[in-house]
């Protein structure tokens, strides 16, 4: 292993070829990095790129299959959060745990491993807030707080315990630019008094204005060691995303059918407390397509498929068209009905209930399309009878109709309910990561089922955050980012550096412009 | 060392079997409370539980008093299905007595068929009204249904005090808090004659069976069940969770209003500041002793009517205090929520560590 860094002192933390499994997963393998006292250091990559499974090994919440962690040059051995705070590492997580009904004092009371005086307590708080200029009131109640407030809470959590090297876990995703340059004021003064960050983030250009050195994982590797500062932004989201994506064969180019979905000015606030803004979204999927969506996690995906799906409606009924018919202001039954199907990215209690049979999840959404329930009475025979077909013709394994949703694999509950849906022939189908925790062969099979569903004349959009996928599946590709959504483009056109810097928080708007 | 370990899958034999371990914890904990207290804790356990089923002519008894909790209960069990708690049923049913009550002092001095199911019809509208503000209120305004609900009860019982001894007061009745006797066409025909069993327990059992086929076999039901699991995949399968809170507050209203108008028109005859004896709250312990499932409800209207009247018997034959019904009803629901972990959890010897 080659020291890029002349090293007087030991590393704060060094990992020395980290390897983890999961049943039938490589979260992490054979990564190594290193960070030294007072550096902020980024872990950069995508969702599912193992970036969560290594911070959980450096935290003591769970156990490296193989490798060494050094710290301040020695071997150690974390076997518990407890244990990783005892050394002085602490972390804040991307959600809190505080309790809403109780104050900013109490809560970071609860948090501490020991007992401490309260008056004592409240001295030491005192004291981080000055020396740190953060706006806070320790007496408080937390339901009464921004998130950005109550991020500092955390903050000053880890602070009170004098951590050597700070973990934060995508610290901005849920809060307000002004907060982020806080944040960022705070971060770097605590880098300077010698506490290293870790710091975990697909933002970009956050890692570049905040970040000393970046280590770039992809599927349970790492695939570089750089300058932030030094790299362009679209050197980064190369080495994120992966160069050597496969090509493939986009038989069809925009001579598509008719607009199947229209959605024009779509605009809608965002539920509290971690929702997003959608802003004047705009596309057309038409007979014959798969439009791709692609996108960062918590960029508006789940806001624009319940708006999408009738779960939220929209200001006006000419928002949505279904066919050129407006459904804006139609429920989630009338619009299933019309043949606008929806699949939400959660499977357990959205796109199905887990205490369920397949039976009934199948009459949840099927009951619009296929007669299983006529006016209002259950035939149990229609019923069974569907859920059966799903399970033959998507070759979900299972026990049979009666066996509850939440006894599947993710997978093959993920069959059925795609099946479900497939199974009604609607007009467009909507579905937000299809194929997520699913293995590679039901993958391969439920992308097969988009592909036939769109050749048969349905619009198909697929939102997802997997670009592979949309690669291989879509016609044309937008970027949900913040809540904007850019025009969407013919896949064959777009070059991977493009589509890495749409997502890559430069603004959609900017990289599609000069189309 | 024992250890609670998950199941796989929820225990289908565990969920009827946990009741039953329920009643029979109660029993054994009441034997050894009253025992404590100084009182003969066997035979009281053996009054309130067993005499009332051993002796064929409180058999009556028990219908009359188990046909109101049924009634009240089936209408709970669906709203709680649906995560929508109407701890307030006592009140609607307060409500449903006095609305009827209405009705027949306003036709004192008419004859006819019509007039008890004219009653009828008030006591559900009265009922469902009172079910309506708790529901608007949760629509509407997300306040807890579990605190507006319950503190309307009081409001009711004032309501029903006022009235009895106000503006309801029976003219010949030498000043006594209560109304005018109800005449014969304003009360609940029995069913078998010289028997105290009226109407209302053919009536309550029907229910149970609509009620039951409403869960199983209609979309509304299904409805029902989707929201109190899964609010998110209701929104998604297109059910309305307001629509649902609506209608299921409001048909256990209605059903608790209608148990109130039996009650008053049957065992009672009239209206009284006794009126309210608590079924109401009785009826949440019958809706999860019966496993929120309609004909499971009408083992726990029976379970629950015997404590009653094995109550008043323990009273003469043990002196046990008229509270001690109160007591045991207590144990069994603490026992029902305590033992529900079953249903999930299963206890095993712990393996030794590898």
């Not at chain 1, 970071?108 to 004291?127: C, S, W």
């Not at chain 1, 750089?226 to 064969?249: F, N, Q, S, W, Y």
């Not at chain 2, 009828?120 to 503000?133: D, E, K, P």
Request: glycine share 10%; with cysteine.
């Amino acid at each position: 292993m080659n020291q890029p860094r002349e090293q007087t002192v030991p590393p704060r933390l060094a990992l020395d070829h980290i390897s983890k499994s999961f049943p039938g997963v490589k979260a992490n393998e054979d990564i190594s990095l290193s960070v030294a006292p007072g550096e902020i250091h980024a872990l950069l990559g995508e969702n599912g790129a193992g970036k969560s499974t290594l911070v959980k090994i450096i935290y003591g919440v769970q156990q490296a299959d193989e490798g060494t962690i050094s710290w301040n040059g020695a071997p150690v051995a974390i076997p518990s959060p407890k244990a990783a705070r005892k050394l002085g590492i602490g972390m804040v997580f991307q959600h809190f745990s505080l309790f809403d009904a109780m104050t900013v004092i109490e809560n970071i009371a609860l948090g501490l491993d020991e007992a401490v005086d309260r008056e004592a307590l409240k001295a030491k708080v005192a004291a981080i807030l000055e020396s740190y200029s953060l706006p806070l009131d320790p007496e408080r109640e937390v339901h009464t707080l921004s998130v950005g407030e109550r991020q500092r809470i955390e903050i000053v959590r880890c602070l009170l315990q004098k951590p050597k090297l700070l973990i934060m876990d995508e610290p901005t995703s849920v809060l307000t630019p002004q907060e982020v340059e806080r944040l960022f004021a705070t971060l770097r003064q605590i880098a300077a008094e010698g506490c290293s960050i870790l710091y975990i983030s697909h933002k970009l250009h956050e890692i570049k204005a905040l970040c000393d050195s970046a280590t770039i994982l992809r599927g349970g590797h790492v695939v570089a060691t750089c300058d932030p500062k030094a790299e362009t932004t679209k050197r980064m989201a190369e080495l994120m995303i992966g160069a050597e994506l496969r090509k493939v064969e986009h038989g069809k180019s925009g001579s598509a059918g008719d607009v199947r979905l229209g959605v024009s000015g779509l605009s809608l606030a965002g539920e509290p407390p971690f929702g997003v803004d959608l802003e004047d979204v705009s596309f057309e999927a038409r007979a014959g397509e798969i439009l791709g969506i692609a996108g960062v996690a918590g960029n508006g995906q789940a806001e624009l498929l319940t708006a999408l799906s009738g779960e939220r409606l929209a200001m006006q009924a000419e928002t949505i068209r279904l066919d050129g018919k407006p459904i804006g202001l139609e429920g989630a039954g009338t619009r299933r009905a019309a043949g606008l199907a929806c699949v939400p990215e959660e499977r357990n209690g959205h796109a199905a209930v887990p205490d369920f049979s397949l039976a009934d999840n199948g009459l949840l959404t099927a009951r619009h399309r296929v007669p299983l329930a006529p006016h209002g009475w259950i035939s149990r025979g229609s019923v069974k009878r569907f859920a059966d077909s799903v399970i033959k013709l998507f070759d979900v394994r299972t026990t049979g109709n009666g066996a509850l949703a939440r006894s599947l694999s993710g997978g093959n509950l993920q069959k059925f309910i795609m099946g479900r849906e497939i199974g009604q022939q609607p007009a467009v189908l909507v579905v937000s990561q299809p194929t997520w925790g699913v293995d590679a062969g039901a993958a391969a099979a439920i992308r097969q089922e988009l592909v036939d569903l769109a050749a048969k004349g349905s619009a198909v959009v697929v939102i997802s955050q997997d670009l592979d996928e949309l690669l291989e599946l879509a016609d044309r590709l937008s970027v949900i980012n913040e809540g904007r959504l850019s025009e969407p483009r013919p896949v064959a056109s777009l070059g991977i550096d493009e589509i890495g810097l749409m997502m890559g928080g430069i603004h959609g708007a900017e990289a599609a412009t000069h189309a | 060392m024992l250890e609670w370990r998950r199941r796989r899958e929820p225990s289908t034999a565990m969920l009827w079997v946990s009741p039953l371990i329920a009643i029979a914890l109660t029993m054994l904990l009441g034997m050894i409370v009253f025992t404590a207290m100084g009182y003969d804790g066997f035979h009281a356990v053996e009054s309130i539980f067993l005499t009332p089923f051993l002796e064929p002519q409180r058999w009556a008894d028990i219908g009359v008093k188990a046909a109101p909790l049924v009634m009240i209960a089936l209408g709970l069990a669906i709203g709680f299905r649906a995560n929508v708690w109407n701890i307030g049923a006592e009140g609607q049913y307060i409500m449903g007595a006095v609305a009827g009550t209405g009705v027949a002092l306003l036709t004192y001095e008419m004859t006819g068929w019509w007039i008890l199911p004219a009653m009828a019809l008030a006591g559900v509208l009265g009922g469902m009204a009172w079910a309506a503000i708790p529901a608007f209120l949760r629509v509407k305004l997300q306040v807890s249904e579990i605190l507006t609900s319950l503190m309307l009860t009081y409001v009711a019982v004032q309501c029903l005090y006022y009235l009895v001894r106000g503006p309801w007061k029976d003219p010949d009745g030498f000043n006594f808090p209560q109304t005018r006797m109800f005449t014969a066409d304003q009360t609940l025909p029995t069913v078998l004659e010289g028997s105290l069993v009226h109407l209302g327990i053919p009536v309550a059992l029907l229910l149970a069976v609509v009620a039951w086929f409403t869960m199983e076999k209609t979309t509304a039901g299904f409805a029902v069940k989707v929201v109190g699991l899964a609010p998110a995949a209701a929104r998604h399968g297109g059910f309305s969770a307001g629509r649902t809170t609506w209608a299921t507050l409001l048909l256990s209203g209605a059903l608790a209003g209608l148990a109130g108008l039996f009650e008053a028109a049957g065992p009672f005859g009239q209206l009284t500041p006794q009126f309210p004896v608590g079924y109401g709250f009785t009826a949440i312990i019958v809706a999860f002793l019966g496993r929120l499932h309609p004909l499971g409800i009408v083992f726990g209207g029976i379970v629950l009517a015997a404590t009653y009247v094995g109550g008043e018997i323990a009273q003469s034959t043990v002196r046990l205090p008229q509270a001690a019904t109160g007591l045991f009803q207590a144990l069994l629901l603490f026992m029902l929520l305590a033992t529900d972990v079953l249903v999930r959890w299963k206890i095993g010897w712990k393996r030794r560590a590898a």
